[in-house]
């Protein structure tokens, strides 16, 4: 580690500390030729392997731009999103892989996307998972009402419907009378 001030190779770190995501370490070191003291932050690298084999390192704000486009006429703010990718790359982190499959960080947004905007998950689902008849989105929103049954308030919690209105005929919408049965004597 090269000193920022003077340039010397050598430093010693005075104190390790984790950043509050947990994504990183701050360390406060001092030169042993200057004295002076500077702060670096270390963080482990992950590569994503894409579909044509390249390897890229992964990029947080890839994950927020691929998803703003599925968010797009949404209400979902610009911190929805910034907390989405962060919720992905924790998922991502915590895997503790050092490559990953962009497969698979594609398959890692579909859930918090899914509890953030079913409508959103739905356009970023059937673009990621290429689907290609209705019975994909049916699957898809199948899957959706499940986890929104299991999300929803108790019975006791949830509340009453509101009572309906009763129609009032209009003379457009009234429907003539039948006249009524006669009993016939044969």
Do not use: W
């Not at 996307?113 to 079913?118: F, I, N, P, R, V």
């Not at 409508?119 to 989105?137: C, G, T, W």
């Not at 949830?158 to 309906?164: H, L």
């Amino acid at each position: 580690m090269y000193c920022p001030y003077c340039k010397h190779t050598d430093s010693r770190v005075v104190d390790s500390r984790t950043t509050d995501d947990g994504a990183a370490i701050r360390r406060r070191r001092q030169c042993t030729d200057c004295g002076r003291r500077f702060t670096t932050v270390e963080t482990t690298s992950i590569s994503v392997i894409k579909r044509s084999g390249v390897t890229e390192p992964f990029d947080r704000a890839k994950i927020a731009s691929g998803v703003r486009k599925a968010c797009q006429g949404r209400p979902v703010g610009e911190d929805d999103l910034a907390k989405l990718a962060q919720e992905v790359e924790e998922r991502i982190r915590a895997k503790g892989l050092a490559e990953i499959n962009a497969h698979e960080v594609g398959l890692t947004i579909l859930e918090p996307l899914s509890k953030l905007d079913a409508v959103a998950y739905l356009r970023f689902a059937s673009v990621y998972q290429a689907f290609e008849n209705l019975e994909d989105f049916e699957g898809a929103i199948a899957l959706l009402r499940k986890d929104a049954v299991g999300d929803a308030l108790p019975e006791a919690e949830a509340p009453a419907p509101k009572p309906r209105k009763a129609k009032t005929e209009t003379a457009s919408t009234k429907k003539p009378k039948e006249a009524p049965l006669q009993d016939t004597l044969l």
